[in-house]
C-alpha cells in the first residue's frame, strides 16, 4: 500500500480564529457578540437568509449586533393552495415561517425581503429528487437546496443588491489556513451542520457568515429569548419542506403540481424524456402569481413576474421581485392570516411585502392525482436470484428499507439492492447490509484541493451517524474510494460521504456504490 499522505494532520489544533471547546462544551451564559471568524470581519452589508426560525433569528441578532448593517431575505421555495392550515407541522418554508422572519426583522429593525424562487426550487430541488428515486437512489434534498438556492441564488441575489455577505443559521465556522478557507465543525457536536455543508466552494466560503458556530443551542435560544424575539422557543423543522410528513412515496405517487402544472408539464421526464414546453423562465417570470392575501394585505406582490431587464434585481426566471418593506409598523393596515399573529406593528408587517393569507395554506406542494412514467410494481429476489415476491415500485424503497416488503418468515427481510433497469429489488437479511467500501462521485474537496494519495479520515455516511474511520483513495477517473476500517451498514446509493479530518472538512461527494465485505 503507498505511504498515508495526510495534508492536514489529523486532530490537529484548530486554525487562529477558532474556538478551541470540546464536543460537550457548556452552554453558560448566552454570549454577547460574534466570536470566531465572523467576529474579525469588517460589518459590512449583510444578506441573512431568514427561515422563519430560531437559528436565522439568532444569527440577524448578532451580526446587528456587532454592528453589520444586515437585512433578512426570506426565500420563497413552495407554492401552496389555500384553505388548509400548517398549525403544529414541524417543517419549513410556510407562510407562517415567512410571517415570523418577517416578525423578526421587525424587532431587530432590519428590512425584509422576500424572494420568488418556486421555479428555481422545482427544477433544480424537487425534480432531482424525484429523479433519484426513479433511479434507485435515496438523495438528500436538504444538500441540494444549500447548493443551488442558499449558496447560489441567494448569493447571487445578494450580489445584485449590493450585500458584501450573506449569513446563514447553519451550525458550521470557517477559518482560515493560509490561503486556502476551511469549513470546520459547530462547537455545539449535537448541533453541527458541516455535513449538509460539504459541497461549498472557496468563493462560497469566502462569501458566507456562520455566526452562530461558535455558540450552543442553548445560547441560541436564551439569545433570542432575551431579545424578546418570538422565535426563540419555536420547534425545529425536522422534515423537508416539500415532504413535510416524511411519506416520499406518497408524495412521488400524488404526482403534484409544480410552477408549470403536473410533474411531467413544462419539466424533463424520468428518463430525459418529458413533455410541454413550459417555457424557458428567463424573459418573463411565472411563479409569483398564486401568493395572495386579503385585498387587504396584499401589499406590491402584483402576481405574474415581469419582464426581465439587467440590474433588476426583482426579475429574472423566478418572476420574483425584491420586496423590500419599510422599517415598522403597516399604516396600510396589514391583512393578518385567520387564526392570528398578532398586531402588524408587533410583527413587524411591511407596506409593500408579501400580503398574507386569508388562511394558513397546506403543507408540501399539491396536485391531483398521479403523473405518468412511475414504474409499476415488480419482483423482489432473495440473494441467488430466485423471485419470492412482488413490490410496489422501486421508487418506494430504499437500501436497508424494511417495512413495506410484505414478506413472510421467521427473519426480517431488509432491501439490499435497488435495480431500476429490472425494476427489481434485492433483499436479504440485516447481515447483508454490511459493506468494507463505498465508491463516490461528485467529488467536492474543501481543505485541499486535490488528493495526492490516500488519506486516513473520519467518514459519515449519513447526517445524523458518528464518523467512522476509513481509508480515502482518490481514483484516476476523479471519483475516490473509501474503505471503512469498520463494515458498515445500509450505504445507500444517493447519499453524500463526507470526510472529516478532526474537525475540519476535507470534503466528500455522493455514493454511487458499494463494496463486498
Known sequence: MPPIHNPIPPGRTPPPGTSGAPPDAPSGSPSPALSGAAARESPGRVLVA??????????????????????????????YPAGADCAGRRSCCSRRDIED????????????????FTRS?????????????????????????????????????????????????????????????????????????????????????????????DITKAETRALCSEAG??????????????????????????????????????????????????????????????WQGSEEGRGNWEGQGREGKAGDPGAGRDGDR????????????????????????????????????????????????????????GDILAKDGKVIGRHGGVWRYTVGQRKGLGLPGPEPSYVLRIDPVRNSLTV?????????????????????????????????????????????EPLADGRALVTFRTPQTAVAPGQAAVFYDGEIVVGGGTILGTGPL
Open 50 to 79: 431568514m427561515s422563519g426560525g430560531v437559528d436565522s433569528g439568532c444569527a440577524a441578532l448578532l451580526l446587528k449586533r456587532a454592528g453589520w448593517d444586515a437585512a433578512g431575505a426570506t426565500m420563497k421555495l413552495l407554492d
Open 101 to 116: 422572519a418577517r416578525a423578526a426583522c421587525g424587532k431587530l429593525d432590519m428590512d425584509h425581503m422576500v424572494f420568488n
Open 121 to 213: 426550487f422545482w427544477e433544480e430541488v424537487v425534480v432531482p429528487f424525484r429523479e433519484d428515486y426513479l433511479a434507485g437512489r435515496t438523495p438528500n434534498p436538504c444538500i441540494l437546496c444549500n447548493r443551488r438556492m442558499k449558496f447560489a441564488r441567494l448569493r447571487e441575489r445578494a450580489g445584485i443588491l449590493g450585500f458584501r455577505k450573506i449569513a446563514t443559521g447553519h451550525y458550521a465556522r470557517i477559518a482560515r489556513d493560509g490561503s486556502r478557507l476551511l469549513l470546520l465543525k459547530a462547537r455545539d457536536r449535537t448541533k453541527d451542520q458541516s455535513y449538509v455543508l460539504y459541497a461549498m466552494t472557496q468563493e462560497e466560503l469566502g462569501a458566507v457568515l456562520f455566526p452562530l458556530g
Open 229 to 290: 424575539l418570538e422565535v426563540a422557543m419555536k420547534p425545529e423543522s425536522q422534515d423537508i419542506c416539500f415532504v413535510p410528513d416524511g411519506d416520499y412515496a406518497g408524495f412521488l405517487a400524488a404526482g403534484p403540481a409544480g410552477p408549470e402544472g403536473r410533474w411531467n408539464e413544462g419539466l424533463p421526464g424520468p428518463r430525459g424524456g418529458g413533455g410541454g414546453t413550459g417555457g424557458e423562465g428567463g424573459e418573463e417570470g411565472q411563479g409569483g402569481g398564486d
Open 322 to 377: 425584491a420586496l423590500l418593506g419599510l422599517r415598522g409598523a403597516d399604516p396600510a393596515g396589514f391583512g393578518s392570516p385567520a387564526g392570528g399573529y398578532g398586531k402588524p406593528a408587533e410583527r413587524g408587517a411591511t407596506a409593500g411585502d408579501v400580503g398574507a393569507a386569508a388562511g394558513e395554506a397546506a403543507c408540501g406542494l399539491s396536485g391531483p392525482g398521479p403523473f405518468a412514467g412511475l414504474p409499476g410494481p
Open 428 to 472: 436479504g437479511g440485516y447481515g447483508d447490509l454490511a459493506s468494507a467500501s463505498a465508491l463516490v462521485g461528485d467529488l467536492n474537496l474543501i481543505s485541499v484541493g486535490e488528493l495526492q494519495g490516500p488519506m486516513e479520515i473520519g467518514c459519515k455516511i449519513r447526517y445524523r451517524q458518528p464518523e467512522t474511520p476509513a481509508l480515502l
